[in-house]
């Protein structure tokens, strides 16, 4: 699949004429935490979208970053409510778009890592839309691996 490069929902902020959107207007969403049981800290969700009822969930990692306990926890209790949520850790290198691996949370449980690139990323997109509306589908290259880590 090519890669577009304007997105159908790209960023409207320039950082290069309005200053640092992360430091300017990123949500402090910490401050929270001392309003909660034990203090504990949102997460934030990098992507997700909707189709047909079923919900996927992509979270970016840089350089091979393993999930925070609280995220693995949180998306752990979250795909268990509902197999129509579907969770993936995208692994990268110095670009989102340097993919190197990702790893499924479905069902409440947390799958082995599987190498995969920009391509192989895009592909598992597509086919889990088109499982998710009904259409052909190609198992071969599935987001749900058969074998949940333990």
């Given at each position: 699949m090519k890669?577009?490069?304007?997105?159908?929902?790209?960023?409207r902020h320039d950082c290069d004429k309005?200053?640092?959107?992360?430091?300017?207007?990123?949500?402090r969403i910490e401050f929270f935490a001392e309003v909660?049981?034990?203090?504990?800290?949102?997460?934030?969700?990098?992507a997700t979208v909707?189709?047909?009822?079923?919900?996927?969930i992509m979270e970016w990692k840089s350089h091979d970053a393993k999930l925070?306990?609280?995220?693995?926890i949180y998306f752990e209790r979250l795909t268990a409510l509902s197999e129509k949520i579907t969770v993936v850790v995208v692994s990268c290198e110095n670009h989102p778009e340097d993919i190197t691996s990702c790893q499924v949370i479905k069902?409440?449980?947390?799958?082995?890592?599987?190498?995969?690139?920009?391509?192989?990323?895009?592909?598992?997109?597509?086919?889990?839309?088109d499982k998710v509306e009904g259409n052909r589908f190609k198992p071969d290259i599935d987001f749900y691996p058969?074998?949940?880590?333990k």
């Open positions: 890669q577009r490069t304007d997105g159908y929902n790209p960023m309005n200053g640092c959107w992360n430091k300017l207007y990123r949500p909660l049981p034990r203090n504990i800290g949102m997460t934030d969700i990098d909707e189709v047909g009822g079923h919900f996927l925070q306990t609280g995220q693995k069902g409440g449980k947390l799958y082995h890592i599987e190498k995969c690139n920009f391509d192989g990323l895009q592909r598992r997109v597509k086919n889990w839309a058969s074998v949940a880590q």
